[in-house]
Nanobody, 118 residues
Framework: QVQLVESGGGSVQPGGSLRLSCAAS????????MGWSRQAPGKERELVAA???????NYIDSVKGRFTISIDNAKNTVYLRMNSLKPEDTAVYYC????????????WGQGTLVTVST
């Protein structure tokens, strides 16, 4: 069974930084793409950043220049480096991946909370 496990969330003051990690485990042949989404209280989940196994990235406008997504294909792990954090970045962050096992499957992690406040 394939699963994603996130780590690295926590509380930070505005202007601070955090790095989220998401490790995929199980019978994985390869990664097609992975990404990070977030859901703030009372809001819909939104895709924040995504990356393909080749390293092609995309971001929502509100995090461009502050967040960086990267992937380590050898470790089946994706990272989200978050700098210059703002209170509006507060949310539960979810890792998501499209992985090749016996077929392509889409998997979600359990989520990790990021809180930005004074």
């Amino acid at each position: 069974q394939v699963q994603l496990v996130e780590s690295g969330g926590g509380s930070v003051q505005p202007g601070g930084s955090l790095r989220l990690s998401c490790a995929a485990s199980g019978r994985i042949i390869s990664i097609n793409r992975m990404g990070w989404s977030r859901q703030a209280p009372g809001k819909e989940r939104e895709l924040v950043a995504a990356i393909t196994s080749y390293g092609t990235t995309n971001y929502i406008d509100s995090v461009k220049g502050r967040f960086t997504i990267s992937i380590d294909n050898a470790k089946n792990t994706v990272y989200l480096r978050m700098n210059s954090l703002k209170p509006e970045d507060t949310a539960v962050y979810y890792c998501n991946g499209v992985l090749l096992t016996t077929k392509y499957v889409e998997v979600w992690g359990q989520g990790t909370l990021v809180t930005v406040s004074t």
